[in-house]
C-alpha cells in the first residue's frame, strides 16, 4: 500500500526547490531573482503563524492532498 506525501512535506520540497532556484537564477542571470526567495520566506512565515499561505491552499483544493499535521 502507497501513501502519498501529506501537505506539509509537499510544501517544504516546494519551498526548497524554489529557493534553489531563485539561487542559481539569481547567479545566472539576475539578482533579482532573489526576491523570489523573499517570497518563499515570507510563504513559509505565513503558513507557520496561521496554518494556510497561499501554496498550501492551491495544493488542498486542486490536487486534494490532505494535511498530515492538525490545525
Do not use: D, H, K
Amino acid at each position: 500500500m502507497r501513501r502519498s506525501w501529506p501537505l506539509e512535506r509537499v510544501l517544504f520540497t516546494l519551498a526548497g526547490s524554489m529557493t534553489l532556484l531563485s539561487v542559481l537564477l539569481a547567479l545566472l542571470v539576475s539578482p533579482w531573482f532573489l526576491a523570489l526567495t523573499v517570497l518563499v520566506g515570507v510563504n513559509q512565515l505565513l503558513y507557520v503563524t496561521t496554518g494556510v499561505c497561499p501554496a498550501s491552499l492551491v495544493l488542498e483544493r486542486s490536487t486534494g492532498i490532505e494535511r498530515g499535521c492538525v490545525r
